[in-house]
């Protein structure tokens, strides 16, 4: 069967090591480098996140940008997220605060992959679904991303990574779990009889998650911006420096995964 155009390859790392893959989220970058908000400059807490995983985790095979990466939805702001990832394979999913087009406009104008499925050698893929809603801050995904998601799964049988801005799951903030990913038993539902979904990778929550259910993994990274403090029934802020999640996918399929602070 024809692979589809939006399907982007990445080879196997010599040596039969893992993929390195880096999750950086929710930068809320700002057009001016300098600017400043709630006392906090988002462009020098996405360079304290990258200085930290080029000493740990560095060259990635591959970045997930998981939304949120623009506070104001301008071009600048991605062209300071692109030059500050050194340009890496990066592919993103639109937050409630970015701009799609902007955003898919400066990833093509740096050379990076507009992929929404890739392949990894032949273990492993990642499927980048759009949660994002027009003027609202929960997130929801349409019926027809929701066939396109079946006829992936159907097609490709490899362990795969669902990665999404709106997570499809709680992580026990009243009101952070309002603004989720409004319909997720219809994602949840969608994915059922296709084992091979291995984890689910959110941005949104600005703290890290890390759960099983069913087989199923659940997983979300602090931001490199503010952070949100677990387990509140109101929005407030964390005083944690800024995070990221690294992930190694296994050429024999076995995955790893933690979350580091640039403390
Ligand atoms: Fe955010």
Redo the contacts with the bound molecule.
């Keep these: 069967m024809a692979e589809s155009p939006f399907t982007f390859r990445i080879a196997p790392p010599e040596g039969g090591g893992p993929w390195r893959v880096l999750q950086i989220?929710?930068t809320?970058l700002l057009a001016e480098p300098g600017g400043e908000r709630r006392g906090a400059r988002p462009l020098a807490r996405l360079e304290r996140a990258i200085a930290h995983a080029r000493r740990n985790h560095w060259p990635p095979h591959l970045i997930l940008a998981t939304?949120?990466l623009a506070h104001d939805g301008r071009r600048e702001s991605y062209d300071l997220l692109l030059r500050t990832l050194a340009f890496r394979p990066t592919v993103a999913v639109a937050?409630?605060?970015d701009l799609p087009w902007p955003l898919r406009e400066r990833l093509a104008a740096h050379g990076q992959p507009l992929a929404r499925h890739l392949l990894l050698g032949d273990a492993w893929q990642v499927i980048l679904l759009e949660s994002r809603m027009t003027g609202r801050i929960e997130g929801a995904l349409d019926a027809p991303q929701l066939e396109w998601l079946r006829v992936l799964l159907t097609r490709h049988r490899q362990p795969a990574l669902l990665v999404i801005h709106h997570p499809p799951f709680a992580v026990g903030s009243a009101w952070l779990d309002a603004i989720a990913l409004s319909g997720h038993r219809d994602l949840l539902e969608c994915i059922a009889p296709f084992p091979q979904v291995e984890a689910i990778v959110a941005?949104?929550v600005?703290q890290p998650w890390d759960e099983e259910r069913g087989g199923l993994r659940l997983l979300a990274s602090p931001?490199t911006?503010l952070q949100f403090r677990p387990n509140q029934r109101e929005f407030q802020l964390d005083d944690r420096p800024p995070g990221y999640r690294w992930l190694e996918l296994g050429q024999d399929r076995r995955l790893a995964t933690g979350i580091e602070y640039a403390e």
């Design positions: 989220t929710d809320h939304g949120d937050g409630n605060h941005g949104h600005h931001a911006w």
